[in-house]
């Protein structure tokens, strides 16, 4: 919507290069992607192998969003907007709508 990366970008593409047996490449592309395998496996596991309340990860939940916010205030500082996934996306729906809005963005990071 604003051009700008989430905290989730790259996700898709690390657990691609994660199936495609590439795990170190996946944390370039977001290096939260671990937590996040092992939440999904906990619920699978927890709610239709055992066939229990999932609500005990709640907490664990939490823990991963926070961690997936802390990395990205990490790569925001660190990374972007030079490094993919990290970048801003020139076809946002605000600069279409808002005709100076890449522009004064533009001039902000560069």
Not at 41 to 59: D, E, M, N, P, W
Not at 78 to 92: I, Q, R, T
Request: charged share 15%; net charge positive.
């Amino acid at each position: 919507m604003s051009g700008f990366p989430c905290p989730g970008c790259g996700l898709t593409r690390a657990l691609f290069n994660l199936i495609t047996l590439h795990p170190i490449k996946a944390l370039e592309y977001n290096p939260s992607y671990p937590f996040w395998v092992a939440l999904l496996v906990a619920f699978v596991i927890r709610r239709h192998v055992q066939g229990k309340s999932t609500r005990i990860l709640r907490y664990p939940l939490m823990a991963v969003c926070l961690i997936t916010i802390g990395i990205y205030i990490w790569r925001m500082t660190a990374l972007f907007p030079g490094k993919e996934p990290m970048v801003f996306f020139e076809g946002n729906v605000l600069g279409r709508i808002v005709p100076f809005y890449n522009q004064l963005v533009n001039d902000l990071i560069h």
